[in-house]
């Protein structure tokens, strides 16, 4: 059987739902991602910097901005430092001006991808997976990535079916 790990990473805090701004006690993508693990089984790791992001939204998206123009890496609280047991690789994240935040980077860019298969999985707020499959090929190297999963944001709470049959699909 495949051995599945699920790196997520997903803000709490003010977040942006269809126009208006609400404060939420667990992020969008860590819903999806907990439903990725509970529909094909796997090990769930959550990205966290250590450098808090502001909780308010406005001043949080001039951060990731500025993180994200100088392709910045942000220090992580704790780091995943060997894959070599898993076959299947989700790097789950919203979407940040395009792409995952750039903590993200810093983990996938610690890794050793040769072999692997990665999916990308997004939520977002219109953007779709933006250029996340693109950024995990060149992030990844002699991995193949595989087709990806995007999740409006505001629906990440009730896609529970959506997602499963997602992740049982694409690990088959
Ligand atoms: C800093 C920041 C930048 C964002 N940029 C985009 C974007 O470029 N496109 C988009 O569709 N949504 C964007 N969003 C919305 C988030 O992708 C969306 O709310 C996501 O579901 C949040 O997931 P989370 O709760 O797991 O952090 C942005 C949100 C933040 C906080």
Redesign the pocket.
């Known amino acids: 059987m495949s051995k599945n790990l699920i790196m ?5 805090g ?4 269809s126009g208006s701004i609400r404060s ?1 006690a ?7 991602a907990e439903f990725i693990r509970d529909a094909i089984g796997g090990d769930l790791f959550e990205i966290d910097t250590v450098r808090p ?1 502001p909780a308010d ?1 406005m001043e ?6 500025a993180e994200l123009n100088s392709k910045e890496r942000p220090e992580l609280k704790s780091y995943i430092e060997d894959i070599s047991g898993y076959d299947n690789i989700f790097v ?8 995952f ?1 750039m903590a993200v980077f810093t983990q996938l860019e610690k890794l050793d991808w040769d072999g692997k298969r990665v999916f990308a999985v ?7 997976l ?1 250029s996340s499959e693109r950024d995990l090929r060149n992030a990844c190297a002699g991995a193949t990535v595989g087709k990806g999963l995007s ?4 629906q ?1 709470s009730s896609s529970q079916k959506k997602v499963a049959e997602w992740a049982r699909k694409a690990i088959e």
């Open positions: 997520y990473y997903s803000r709490k003010q977040n942006y739902f939420i667990k992020g969008n993508t860590e819903y999806v992001y939204y949080c998206t001039e951060v990731a901005k789950c994240g919203p979407c940040w001006w395009g792409t935040p997004m939520t977002h707020e219109g953007s779709g933006g999740i409006p944001g505001g990440a």
